[in-house]
């Protein structure tokens, strides 16, 4: 299951044992030492004192040169620790996942104790996606594949390289030339798995959209960054009786009436429209109002020097859209950007808010669904923040 070299020793030079243990799994390059050893050997981390702390990935050229995998013994990453593991994430997956599901994440990196490696399932179609640094040296994505064909009917398994531009590869199975369908909740949407966002599909706003659904009969929906609209069709079968989807991209509003359509709702209460969300949002103003408005964006702050500038573009797009809810209706504000922490957001959506001269009251305030756990100690990879308020 993974290409296995070494161990290496690595000396911890910070007091950092309380933290791995309590499990944060990131040990960045001024925490060790850095002997010389190739991408993907398995390390043992040793204390001041010389004690065994953990075991993990190495990798002495990436910002994050040992990715933790064991904080006892046995220290050995070998293939009964990978399949183990892997088994634990599919037994939290079938305990957590709704019925009428079968697109989710089954391994989501770090906290399923599988540093760097995601795998998403879509029916009988699997992704794998693996960070930077040790983690693509050191799976096997081969006998990944090999592993959920036989233990969860898998057909296809595509690698998606993390380079931007490059294309998924099949590496079991034909390479995919369509969307591949899947339910979430019941409904039908299809994901492209090759050229699509994430691995072909936002899977983190299941549960969101699944509220959406519960609260939008016969109210009108604007459903802003639509990408394939997920949050328009689950308004759709909630019975909203209109729901319009912006996206600055015709393939996505394709996908999105696609979807409608596909779940058997009537054409003329979907309309898509192709714009910049904030132009149109400007060419609106206060002209026309939504019960329900969803702004669900791209990430503003793909690093941390853009984080002012996100926040400002949060800011504003919390203004714009607080204008054109109906009083008494519903605002949703989310964002996928790691780089600004729940306070922040909630700190600019109030500004936002208050700057449109609305008073809101927060109905739900959300993080990552159950397929997507995180470890209780790493805060910061709890990126997907989701807030829903009650404008009057």
Known sequence: MAKVAGPVVVHLRKDLTRDIKRGHVWIYGDAIDRPAASSGSVAILLDRHGQKVASGIYDPRHP??????????????????????LLRALELRRLALPPKTTGYRLVNGEGDGLPGLVIDVYGDTAVIKLDGGAPQH?????????????NLDIHCVVHRPRQRGVEGQAILGQTPTEPIPFLENGLTYAADVIHGQKTGFFLD????RALIRSLARDRSVLNLFSFSGGFSVAAGAGGCNHATSVDLAPAAIQAAEHHWLANGLAADKHTGVVSDVFEFLEQTGTQRQWDIVICDPPSFAPSERTKNAAEEAYQRLATLSARIVSPGGLL?????????????????????????????????????????????AMPELRYLKFQLVRLL
Not at 138 to 150: I, S
Request: hydrophobic content about 40%; overall charge positive; some cysteine.
């Open 64 to 85: 994050i040169p040992l990715r933790i995998c064991r904080t006892a013994p046995p220290w050995e990453l070998n293939s009964h620790w990978f399949q183990s593991t």
């Open 138 to 150: 050191f799976y096997d994505c081969d006998q990944v594949a090999q592993w959920l064909k036989a």
């Open 205 to 208: 706003q299941r549960d969101n």
């Open 332 to 376: 949703a504000l989310a964002s996928c950007s790691s780089h600004i922490d729940v306070a922040t957001f909630e700190a600019v959506n109030l500004a936002g808010i208050g700057r449109a001269r609305r008073c809101g009251t927060l109905i739900a305030n959300r993080s990552l669904p159950a397929d997507h756990p995180t470890p209780l």
